[in-house]
């Protein structure tokens, strides 16, 4: 079976790097699902991405996340919608950003939902159903921080690293029965998110957005902020038949950020 006849449900798909991998996969598949918080974005996206690749049959539902049943009620409408789901995007947008010594208990509470539940709990569900039908890609967008974390991204980089480990463990599981399970985990890519923290940055530091950019941008190998569209290409890489014997790995796509060998 082709990828033409398969089916997609991807989390966190109405912008960024969510939004550039459901466009991929719409291109590719016969049906795809988007789940998001933003109603509005939701809509103008699945718009979008109908016209951009003529692909019709395109399910929404606007769930946040971190709300367990609300994230279960998107899996059961995706199920209903797409019959059988063959390719699960995991993906969220990141946290807070604060020192250690800020963070409260409920900040805690909230991440452990918002990035580790929110991809464990669709996970959980549908491994089983891609295991009796023999094929499955399971995908899990982290972050660079889970290897390389930083001071004020502790609670992203906390939860980020546990869900790889997850994952890693998942893959050995499921891989006789012709489920791959991946993490992909970007770093310098041009998300709103990032855009958004430098703005921040640069308010706080009275210094132009345009500066925080470029110094970001220099930090890089490449030399440059990624697209979310040349970020997707691993992911949709991945999804493909081609891409059979590769499961159980966590690949930075970063420029060469990260300074860690393995």
Same mark, same amino acid.
């Given at each position: 079976?082709?990828?033409? %006849?398969?089916?997609?449900?991807?989390?966190?798909?109405?912008? !960024? *790097?969510?939004?550039? =991998?459901?466009?991929?996969?719409?291109?590719?598949? #016969?049906?795809?699902?988007?789940?998001?918080?933003? /109603?509005?974005?939701?809509?103008?996206?699945?718009?979008? =991405?109908?016209?951009?690749?003529?692909?019709?049959? =395109?399910?929404? +539902?606007?769930?946040?996340?971190?709300?367990?049943?609300?994230? @279960?009620?998107?899996?059961?409408?995706?199920? %209903?919608?797409?019959?059988? *789901?063959?390719?699960?995007? @995991?993906?969220?947008?990141?946290?807070?950003?604060? /020192?250690?010594?800020?963070?409260?208990?409920?900040?805690? %509470?909230?991440? +452990?939902?918002?990035?580790?539940?929110?991809?464990? =709990?669709?996970?959980?569900?549908?491994?089983?159903?891609?295991? @009796?039908?023999?094929?499955?890609?399971? *995908?899990?967008?982290?972050?660079?921080?889970? #290897? &390389?974390?930083?001071?004020?991204?502790?609670?992203?980089?906390?939860?980020?690293?546990?869900?790889?480990?997850?994952?890693?463990?998942?893959?050995?599981?499921?891989?006789?029965?012709?489920?791959?399970?991946?993490?992909?985990? /970007? !770093?310098?890519?041009?998300? #709103?998110?990032?855009?958004?923290?430098?703005?921040?940055?640069?308010?706080?530091?009275?210094? /132009?957005? &345009?500066?925080?950019?470029?110094?970001?941008?220099?930090?890089?190998?490449?030399?440059?902020?990624?697209?979310?569209?040349?970020?997707? &290409? +691993?992911?949709?890489?991945?999804? %493909?038949?081609?891409?059979? +014997? *590769? $499961?159980? $790995?966590?690949?930075?796509?970063?420029? !060469?950020?990260?300074?860690?060998?393995?």
């Amino acid at each position: 079976m082709s990828l033409c %006849d398969r089916t997609a449900l991807i989390f966190g798909a109405s912008s !960024g *790097i969510g939004k550039s =991998i459901a466009l991929g996969l719409a291109c590719k598949c #016969s049906k795809i699902f988007l789940v998001s918080s933003n /109603p509005q974005k939701l809509t103008n996206t699945a718009s979008y =991405i109908s016209v951009n690749s003529s692909n019709s049959c =395109i399910g929404t +539902y606007a769930a946040d996340m971190s709300n367990l049943d609300q994230l @279960n009620i998107s899996i059961d409408r995706a199920i %209903d919608y797409l019959g059988h *789901i063959d390719i699960l995007i @995991n993906n969220t947008g990141g946290p807070k950003i604060a /020192p250690y010594s800020d963070l409260l208990v409920e900040d805690w %509470d909230e991440v +452990y939902k918002s990035l580790f539940l929110s991809a464990v =709990i669709p996970t959980s569900r549908l491994c089983p159903l891609m295991s @009796n039908y023999g094929w499955g890609r399971i *995908i899990t967008i982290t972050s660079t921080v889970a #290897s &390389e974390p930083s001071n004020l991204m502790i609670l992203s980089a906390s939860m980020r690293a546990g869900l790889t480990t997850y994952m890693k463990s998942l893959s050995r599981q499921v891989a006789p029965y012709g489920v791959t399970v991946n993490t992909v985990a /970007p !770093g310098g890519v041009q998300t #709103s998110r990032v855009v958004d923290l430098a703005e921040a940055r640069a308010l706080k530091e009275n210094i /132009p957005v &345009e500066k925080i950019l470029s110094q970001n941008a220099s930090a890089i190998p490449i030399g440059r902020l990624a697209t979310p569209e040349e970020f997707a &290409e +691993y992911p949709l890489f991945l999804c %493909d038949d081609s891409a059979s +014997y *590769i $499961t159980g $790995t966590c690949v930075n796509v970063d420029g !060469g950020l990260t300074r860690s060998v393995f």
